[in-house]
């Protein structure tokens, strides 16, 4: 009976005491990841991407300037101002500076810009997709995690009934009222226990560890999670229909928009391509001057720097028209491709809106679905707790065997773990529908 005793003792012991950890509910696992996860920075990066690209595309309407410059040497002969040949090393140097804006071009840039300024969109609507999915993976590890979490409790405490009987059958052996055969049956229900115990104390470790290595928490730190957010969170009936949803997340959803703004897209590049094919005009000009060596005045010395800068000064302006004529029918092609592309982008944003029409219908099945089945498994559960105390009654009294003491415990931990299963499923389908409607 002693022994018994420090059994239980060191049970509780055992499983009340851990190192302390830190405490990570939900929402803080979610913000862990949106700003550490990996993949997501990668796909932010793209966006930035198409932001510098929409940026070059607008600096693009400003006139360039360039400078310019350029030097040569003879070794031998050349000629000085006055055409005459020299001989001897000479050098020469002609400098300047340039500049050109196009005038017109088929608002091929404007097109640009308005089809980068899509593209932008597009690449941030592409980054929130990617934050929904990741805020989803993370609930549903994170749900996961509490069920295995919540198994484990639910093994440790029907253990612990299972410890104090062998206890209370070892006090009756003592006393001369059971035989030893009956501490060998609870002794045996005791021991498998303790094997699905350690079982369930594995998974709930696993589980735990991807939702780690997925909100990307360094390996080395110690963190537990918090079921606070969820507790409080009961299934209720579904007030959402499918075109209500649907029509909320057409305005919203990330995909839908990003299709849409790719269809943009694509509509200001055909026009880019149309433009190509029009008259472009461009306004040039420079200013530029050069200095030689073999410049010299009537005296024979070199002429200064500041002088030939003045003498060989010549300033430019001027208009270049390019019309097009034929260029293998480049046009032509990219015209028509371009329209390939568009016709592409409608089909892709229609089956776009077909499916997340489809993924709405089959969360809101689920999601009423995993109410009915919360209900039935709650109603469920106090009919077998009910049942199990009578067993419980009805061992200690002799009535029924230990087989028959065992079903009745691993009914009643079976109807606890579908009771969990079924609310953290609909905990899911609940966040996965506030995506959808806009209310995550």
């Known amino acids: 009976m002693k022994q018994i005793g420090l059994l239980i003792f060191l049970f509780v012991i055992f499983n009340n005491t851990s190192p302390a950890q830190e405490s990570w509910t939900l929402e803080r696992c979610i913000q862990h990841a949106l700003e550490h996860n990996i993949d997501l920075k990668i796909q932010q990066n793209y966006e930035q991407k198409a932001t510098y690209n929409r940026q070059q595309s607008q600096w693009n309407m400003l006139p360039s300037v360039n400078g310019w410059g350029n030097s040569g040497f003879d070794f031998r002969r050349s000629t000085n101002q006055n055409n005459e040949i020299t001989s001897g090393t000479t050098y020469n140097m002609n400098y300047g500076i340039s500049s050109s804006l196009t005038l017109f071009s088929g608002f091929t840039r404007m097109n640009t810009i308005s089809a980068l300024k899509y593209n932008e969109m597009a690449g941030s609507e592409g980054s929130n997709y990617a934050s929904n999915l990741l805020t989803i993976s993370v609930t549903d590890l994170f749900t996961q995690a509490l069920y295995q979490k919540a198994l484990v409790k639910v093994i440790e405490e029907q253990l612990s009934i299972s410890i104090f009987e062998a206890g209370r059958i070892a006090a009756n052996i003592e006393a001369g009222l059971l035989e030893a055969v009956a501490q060998l049956e609870i002794d045996a229900i005791v021991s498998g226990q303790e094997l699905h115990l350690h079982r369930a104390q594995n998974n709930y470790k696993l589980t735990k560890l991807k939702l780690a290595h997925l909100i990307e928490i360094p390996e080395e730190s110690e963190f537990e999670i918090s079921s606070a957010e969820i507790d409080v969170l009961m299934p209720t009936d579904n007030q959402l229909t499918v075109n209500d949803v649907y029509t909320m997340a057409s305005q919203h959803y990330p995909t839908i928009l990003q299709k849409e703004y790719e269809m943009e897209y694509y509509q200001k590049m055909l026009g880019v ?60 092609f990219n015209i028509k491709q371009r329209k390939i592309d568009l016709e592409n982008a409608l089909y892709t944003l229609e089956n776009e809106k077909k499916t997340i029409r489809r993924e709405i219908e089959g969360a809101i099945m689920r999601l009423e679905s995993l ?44 109807a606890q773990s579908e009771l969990l299963r079924a609310k953290y499923s609909w905990v899911v389908q609940k966040y996965t529908l506030e995506l959808y409607t806009g209310s995550q």
């Open 273 to 332: 391509s149309k433009g190509n094919a029009a008259p472009s005009l461009r306004l040039n000009g420079s200013y530029s001057s050069a200095f030689f060596s073999t410049d010299t005045l009537q005296n024979g010395a070199q002429t200064p720097m500041g002088t030939q800068f003045d003498n060989y000064l010549n300033p430019s302006f001027g208009l270049s028209l390019s019309v097009p004529i034929f260029n293998g029918r480049q046009n032509d």
């Open 371 to 414: 109410n009915l089945e919360y209900q039935y498994a709650s109603n469920n559960l106090m009919s077998v707790e009910k049942s199990f105390e009578t067993f419980r009654e009805r061992y200690r009294l002799g009535l029924v065997n230990s087989t028959e003491f065992m079903n009745a415990q691993s009914l009643l931990a079976h």
